[in-house]
């Protein structure tokens, strides 16, 4: 199970990649806007790094809580900008769920086991 986790702490990393790739082609002439989407590509690379923090140090309950709480920020989040799109179904949408709740779920369980 330690290495699912990992996986999707790096697939958080690879999607703020993508996030910041696709932001700057986007974005590239409107300096305010690009700045603020690149702060979602870093949000991403910190909860991604948390994560992965996470996934090694497993008695770690305060660093499970924080995980969690990130986690389940960035699901909201993502929920938010599903409504926003006008397209709950968009492939952003489903993919940055799937690993945040993912990652929600492995950080439930290691607070859990924490205890």
């Keep these: 199970m330690r290495g699912i986790d990992r996986v999707f702490g790096w697939l958080l990393?690879?999607?703020?990649?993508?996030?910041?790739a696709g932001s700057y082609q986007a974005f590239k002439s409107a300096p305010g806007s690009l700045l603020w989407a690149l702060s979602a590509s870093f949000a991403m690379w910190m909860l991604a790094a948390i994560n992965l923090l996470r996934a090694e140090r497993r008695g770690d309950r305060a660093l499970s809580a924080i995980s969690l709480a990130g986690c389940l920020i960035w699901f909201a989040f993502v929920l938010w900008f599903g409504r926003i799109l006008g397209n709950f179904f968009d492939f952003r949408v489903w993919v940055n769920l799937a690993i945040a709740g993912v990652l929600a779920i492995f950080s439930a369980r290691s607070l859990a086991r924490a205890a």
């Design 13 to 20: 990393v690879l999607g703020g990649v993508g996030h910041g």
